[in-house]
Nanobody
Framework: QLQLVESGGGLVQPGGSLRLSCAAS????????IGWFRQAPGKEREGVSC???????YYAESVKGRFTISRDEARNTVYLQMNSLKPEDTAVYYC?????????????????????WGQGTQVTVSS
């Protein structure tokens, strides 16, 4: 059974850092694109970053240069390192998965393209 579990959220001051984890089970990352999305109160869910099954990456303009997505195939886990956090980064962060071909460089950016979702982890940036 395919499952995604996010962790690592919390309360951090502006300028601080957090590392989110997305632990995958029931599938291997070599065949899946993993995306990170976030939803702030009163706003629609938006794409943050994604990583293809070959390891190519995408970042939204709002996080480029501050966030880094990576993956550990041995742990079957994808990470989102978030630095220089701003209050506007406050949101529930979700990871999502979509099957693709083995080690493909293609990734998906839209929410509707992902059929599998984790439960989310809260990130609050506040002083």
């Amino acid at each position: 059974q395919l499952q995604l579990v996010e962790s690592g959220g919390g309360l951090v001051q502006p300028g601080g850092s957090l590392r989110l984890s997305c632990a995958a089970s029931g599938f291997t990352l070599n065949y899946y694109v993993i995306g990170w999305f976030r939803q702030a109160p009163g706003k629609e869910r938006e794409g943050v970053s994604c990583i293809s099954s070959a390891g190519t990456t995408y970042y939204a303009e709002s996080v480029k240069g501050r966030f880094t997505i990576s993956r550990d195939e041995a742990r079957n886990t994808v990470y989102l390192q978030m630095n220089s956090l701003k209050p506007e980064d406050t949101a529930v962060y979700y990871c999502a998965a979509r099957r693709t071909t083995y080690r493909s460089t293609y990734y998906y950016r839209a929410e509707y393209e992902y059929p599998y979702w984790g439960q989310g982890t809260q990130v609050t940036v506040s002083s």
